[in-house]
């Protein structure tokens, strides 16, 4: 079965600074990797996806990804981060099968303060 | 109306009332999900309509009913929830093709939902 993980319940980063959330898979054939943002009581907002093609994938807000095959990893990053990034992540995985149902991780918690 | 919009955003109910959540879409997709967020727990997907069909349940309880009458349209009715149920529940939509292809699900803005 499809799955992602994502190792760390929060990140914390200072203004300005790079950061990384990091987040690896585990699929049968390609992977289909999305990553989300929510903000307090609200729903999810798509950032990025991977399908096929440039490891590095551009997204909205500044974010970007690597994806690493080797390694199974699809991490978030962003060259300098702002404090209205401060979120909750989500990494997903599209499931198998013709439903295009998504899978999603545990979340991490990004903090960045001033 | 653009997106996904959910009524309504805020419910609160007793163990013994019916109430029913709703989303509607205005991205012409032919699929529509049902998602659960409860704290401290990851998203959990709950059914999936494709071309109006309930294509997939994951073993939640009967106490829930979902319907879709049409590819624009997706309701959860709710009736004898437990305190355990209080959650945020995501509607969401896509465009399913042909061999599986799929775009990004779009996220509605939740229904917060508290049973007392």
């Known amino acids: 079965a499809q799955s992602v993980a994502q190792p760390e319940d929060q990140v914390n980063v200072a203004e300005g600074n790079p950061l990384t959330v990091k987040c690896t898979y585990s699929v049968s054939g390609n992977p289909y990797l999305f990553w989300y943002v929510q903000y307090p009581n609200r729903g999810l907002q798509f950032l990025l996806k991977?399908?096929?093609?440039?490891?590095l994938v551009k997204g909205s807000y500044g974010f970007e990804a690597e994806f690493n095959k080797s390694q199974t990893s699809f991490h978030l990053k962003k060259p300098s981060a702002l404090v209205s990034d401060s979120a909750l992540y989500f990494c997903?995985?599209?499931?198998?099968?013709?439903?295009?149902?998504?899978?999603f991780g545990q979340g991490t918690t990004l903090q960045v303060k001033p | 109306e653009t997106g996904v919009t959910q009524t309504p955003r805020h419910l609160v109910m007793g163990m013994t009332n019916k109430k029913s959540l709703k989303c509607e879409q205005h991205l012409g997709h032919n699929a529509m999900y049902w998602y659960k967020q409860s704290a401290k727990k990851p998203l959990e997907l709950m059914f999936v309509y494709s071309l109006e069909e309930r294509v997939e349940n994951n073993s939640v309880p009967s106490r829930f009913s979902p319907e879709c009458p049409n590819s624009s349209h997706l309701f959860l009715h709710l009736h004898t929830l437990q305190p355990e149920d209080s959650a945020l529940y995501l509607c969401?939509?896509?465009?399913?093709?042909?061999?599986?292809?799929?775009?990004?699900?779009?996220f509605g803005e939740g229904s917060r939902l508290t049973v007392l």
């Open positions: 997903a995985v599209r499931d198998s099968g013709n439903t295009g149902k998504l899978i």
């Open positions: 969401a939509s896509s465009q399913v093709g042909t061999g599986g292809f799929a775009g990004e699900l779009f």
């Open positions: 991977y399908i096929t093609g440039d490891n």
